[in-house]
């Protein structure tokens, strides 16, 4: 199929419109071959030496996400968001001094915690919804990146990408987004000016809770990429072709699930906030939320299936909430069909940042009425 001549939700539900070639089957094949055959003189019939280098079936995934994300960038599959993640800090040099998001995934923020200084990482944790911090924090000529999650977890604090690209760009400093939340499907960093974009592909992309899957994209095969690209092949942190079949699959209703999970989540939003059991509700989508002028800006066609709620009863409260729930499930993660529900605090350890009144909401895309009336007798009946 022609990119550019339909919309990206065509793109997305018919997978580039490609076909098996030898059956004209709809799915496409699955390539489990990990080795390929010489020819007698010596040549491969493509090129394909070994799947640890590439492989058909993750390159359609990456096809596939790369036209979602926008023209003229590339991508590359990894076994994990994680695994995506650090590869990208990881083609970073000792001594490059890097801006990470202060509010984010605490996978990320751990990963750097325990493994950066080690490699010689400079890592400086900054306001990036304040410019004026994310401004002072760059230096000139050692800043190499600007890490930015948006919206980030569990807050779900909106970072200007436009902006903060400016500023970073200015000093020569390449900006990598997180945007595992927002989806291509909402925000489309490109477009904002990114250089690279990186997904936990486990989320929305694949949706259902069953693959393990990274990516990282970039706006220029430049040799920044390369470094990216050689490290995967040589490091083997790939995505296993199993895995990319079934996330070619999962991208199949993206724009479905997303936007049904977007409404859900703006629905409940709103009607939690001022509920007698809340001090907070944390949703782009609301106007009382701080980064919502940006997101309105910054995201189209909704805000994301995710949202936080603070409870007036504190962690106690929290917790006999969490008990009383019958439809959401308490599962960590997010992105899937099914709506979660999780305590962030007690998942991420003593030394989380993540106030202890605090439940992370992954909505679904159940009927809205059950998770409405499921978080309704749950605060009732768990109140203090
Ligand atoms: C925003 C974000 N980025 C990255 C990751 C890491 O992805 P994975 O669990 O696929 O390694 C997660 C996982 O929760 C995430 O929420």
């Not at 069953?210 to 990216?228: K, M, N």
């Not at 999962?250 to 939003?269: D, K, N």
């Not at 350890?349 to 605090?358: F, I």
Request: a negative charge; proline letters at 5%; charged letters at 20%.
């Amino acid at each position: 199929m022609e990119q550019g001549s339909v919309s990206r939700e065509t793109l997305a539900a018919q997978a580039l419109g490609e076909a098996d070639p030898v059956s004209g089957g709809l799915a496409p094949v699955i390539s489990p071959a990990t080795n390929y055959e010489r020819q007698v003189d010596g040549s491969y019939r493509q090129d394909r030496v070994y799947t640890r280098a590439d492989n058909p079936t993750y390159e359609l995934a990456e096809r596939v996400l790369a036209a979602l994300e926008g023209a003229d960038c590339a991508c590359a599959m990894f076994a994990s968001g994680m695994a995506a993640a650090t590869a990208v800090f990881q083609s970073l040099l000792p001594g490059d001094h890097v801006l990470v998001s202060r509010v984010l995934y605490w996978g990320v923020r751990k990963w750097l915690a325990e493994f950066a200084l080690t490699w010689g990482l400079d890592v400086e944790f900054t306001d990036t919804t304040d410019l004026g911090a994310v401004a002072a924090a760059i230096r000139p000529g050692r800043t190499r990146l600007l890490w930015v999650e948006t919206p980030a977890n569990p807050m779900w604090e909106v970072t200007d990408l436009a902006a903060v690209c400016a500023l970073a760009h200015a000093a020569e400093v390449r900006v990598a987004v997180d945007n595992t939340v927002a989806t291509p499907v909402l925000t489309r960093p490109f477009e904002h000016g990114a250089d690279l974009v990186v997904h936990s592909a486990t989320k929305y992309l694949n949706g259902h809770s069953d693959v393990l899957a990274g990516a990282v994209l970039t706006a220029r095969r430049d040799p920044f990429w390369e470094r990216i690209r050689s490290w995967r092949r040589n490091a083997g942190a790939v995505l296993g072709p199993f895995e990319a079949w079934l996330l070619q699959r999962g991208m199949r209703t993206l724009f479905l699930r997303v936007h049904r999970a977007s409404e859900s989540a703006l629905a409940i939003a709103t009607q939690l906030s001022g509920h007698p059991a809340l001090t907070q509700v944390l949703y782009p989508g609301l106007p009382s939320h701080p980064g919502h002028k940006i997101a309105v800006r910054q995201m189209s066609g909704g805000f994301g299936g995710m949202l936080s709620i603070r409870l007036a009863g504190g962690a106690e409260h929290a917790t006999a909430v969490l008990q009383a729930v019958r439809v959401f499930k308490r599962a960590t993660s997010l992105g899937g069909v099914e709506s979660l529900i999780e305590h962030r605090a007690a998942v991420e350890g003593p030394s989380s940042p993540v106030p202890a009144d605090l439940l992370r909401l992954s909505i679904g895309i159940e009927a809205l009425g059950d998770l409405v009336a499921d978080l309704d007798a749950a605060l009732g009946e768990a109140a203090p």
